[in-house]
């Protein structure tokens, strides 16, 4: 991690021994650089010097406590979302029976809200570059989450359930942009190493306010069923819960004003964001559609059955409504902890499809426990717990290696949008069969989707196989397999400009993509990460063939 002096801004264009004062912000020039690996214009370089209460070290955007305050908000920023998310399903009994409706329209609670994120998905990140702007658009998705929520809620007051459904769909707008604006905030606060562990704590915390949804609902509903019946009731509950909501959009609203002035005192510029291209589609491996199939076909055996596990575990094991929602958050408990652990470990080791394998393995073992054996339901779901980290630690971080750097945009939306439309296609599904079959059925119909994503990594696995095996390569593996194609890209380049010859040499030669090498240097290079002091001199050596 990077101490506070090694994150000294540079700002250019500034005539040294000017000074400029802005409030307490006071901007002074001085030709010591403030970071060793930037260099300003006209080799000018700026040292920002603050004073009052602006210096102290939580005050000032350069130091760690102020970013820690920074990183704080932005985990606050999603938990409103993530609690209400489930609030369906912690719920699903009651919601059920006070407002007269049958699973298969429960589940289009949840199907309502993937439906726009099969388009938003694409779109989320072009709206927060380039049309509104990271502060605002927080601001504004933030604000379709609490009105989809309260509009949610006031469907249950009113005994309108097609308003609770407008009101899911507003939500479901809201909720997965905000998503991406949070991960737009964490790229723009914090670089290179640090971001590991501020996407692992955001994780972590969203998970978090999944678990709180499922373990304090059901207590607050029996707690407002004193004063309340019926569908008065449900609304109520839900519209106490949109207070979570409202402490999202105030976190986005402080969260906006400390980024706008770290701009202000850093002098930092927006970048344009990367621009969904969907010509690049015809490029794509084989192996990347089969991550895909991988994706939708697990995913819908987690989430779903975790949407409608309420009354499954009440029905099977006969535990009360509390207990239920207890060991139906298990999944989102160990997923907090487990998963920063299982991408380190990954990181470190490597071997991603023998981990997604074995996380696809456990799931089905996790489901066959559960679906045709009476053992505590805990142990089936701690261990679905641990599988779906372990998954999501491998399988997504595989597209990079599969995808170049240019097309990763792409690629990341198109899995998005292929998970939220399985997504809402199997949950209604998946309510209609418990109502005309029942649960044992409908765990069949998530086993065979198991089976489906099972079938997948076997065959990217023998196609990997097949191509001199990069997804399943050890790290080392991986490192020295890099530095092999790149001596061989040297060699050829230096042969080729040492022979003087550049008469048949086209811009298109020079701007065709590079190894995944190059590609990834590049990526970590702009984020502010490191590069391997090992391959520094072939990074090097790349640079000079294409200087």
């Known amino acids: 991690m990077a101490s506070d002096d090694e994150i000294l801004p540079i700002l250019e264009n500034e005539v040294p021994g000017d000074v400029k004062e802005e409030g307490s912000e006071t901007v002074n020039e001085s030709s010591a650089p403030s970071h060793p690996n930037e260099v300003g214009d006209d080799d000018t370089d700026v040292e920002i010097q603050l004073s009052g209460c602006g210096a102290s070290p939580f005050c000032d955007p350069r ?36 407002m007269g409706i049958n699973t298969a329209q429960f589940a289009n609670l949840y199907a309502w809200y993937s439906w726009p994120n099969v388009i938003l998905c694409f779109i989320g990140g072009f709206l927060l570059d380039r049309v509104f702007g990271m502060q605002l658009g927080t601001i504004i ?55 590991n562990m501020v996407f692992g704590l955001q994780l972590s915390f969203a998970r978090l306010g999944s678990t709180v949804n499922f373990n304090v609902m059901g207590p ?7 004063f309340y019946t019926g569908y008065l009731c449900t609304g109520v509950v839900l519209m106490i819960a949109s207070a979570s909501c409202v402490m999202s959009l105030l976190s986005g609203l402080i969260l906006g004003y400390l980024d706008k ?45 975790i949407g409608l596990g309420q009354v499954f575990f009440e029905r099977k094991f006969d535990f009360s409504p509390s207990n239920a929602n207890a060991v139906n958050s298990i999944v989102y408990v160990i997923s907090a902890v487990a998963s920063p652990f299982f991408g380190i470990l990954v990181d470190k080791v490597g071997r991603n499809i023998l981990w997604v394998f074995l996380a696809i393995v456990f799931t089905i073992g996790s489901h066959a426990l559960l679906t045709f054996t009476f053992v505590n339901p805990y142990v089936g779901m701690v261990t679905m717990g641990f599988s779906y980290s372990m998954l999501a630690s491998a399988l997504w971080p595989m ?56 079938v997948a990594t076997v065959l990217i696995w023998v196609m990997n196989a097949s191509r001199g095996g990069l997804l399943n390569m050890s790290v080392a593996e991986r490192d020295k397999h890099e530095r092999e194609l790149m001596s ?20 298109y030669d020079l701007l065709q993509p590079r190894s995944d090498f190059a590609m990834r240097n590049r990526y970590l290079s702009r984020i502010g990460a490191k590069i391997p002091e090992h391959l520094v001199p072939q990074a090097s050596m790349v640079y000079r063939a294409l200087r």
């Open 220 to 226: 607050l509903y029996k707690h407002v069923s004193q």
């Open 63 to 98: 130091r760690m406590p102020h970013r820690f305050i920074a990183l704080f908000l932005m985990c606050l920023l999603g938990f409103g979302s993530t609690f209400c998310y489930d609030n369906p399903g912690a719920l699903q009994d009651n919601l059920k029976s006070d």
């Open 261 to 305: 002035r770290a701009n202000r005192i850093l002098k930092k510029t927006g970048q344009a964001g990367e621009v969904i291209r969907f010509s690049d589609v015809k490029d794509f491996p084989a192996t990347f559609w089969l991550m895909s199939v991988i994706c939708v076909a697990y995913y819908v055996a987690i989430f779903p059955f």
């Open 488 to 507: 061989k890209e040297n060699l050829e380049r230096e042969k080729f400009f040492a022979s003087g010859s550049m008469s048949d040499v086209t811009p």
């Open 399 to 454: 597209v990079a290696l599969v995808v170049p750097e240019y097309q990763l945009g792409t690629a990341y939306g198109i899995m998005q949008a292929v998970q939220n439309l399985g997504m809402a296609v199997v949950t209604m599904m998946a309510g209609r069969i418990v109502d005309d079959q029942g649960y044992l059925v409908l765990e069949v119909f998530f086993l065979a989707w198991l089976c489906l994503s099972l």
């Open 141 to 195: 998705f933030a604000t379709l989450v609490l009105l989809g929520q309260l509009t949610f809620a006031l469907g249950g007051i009113l005994n309108k359930f097609w308003l609770m459904e407008m009101g899911r769909l507003i939500f479901g707008i809201g909720g997965e942009s905000l998503a991406v604006a949070q991960n737009t905030y964490a790229v723009s606060w914090f670089k290179g190493k640090e971001l």
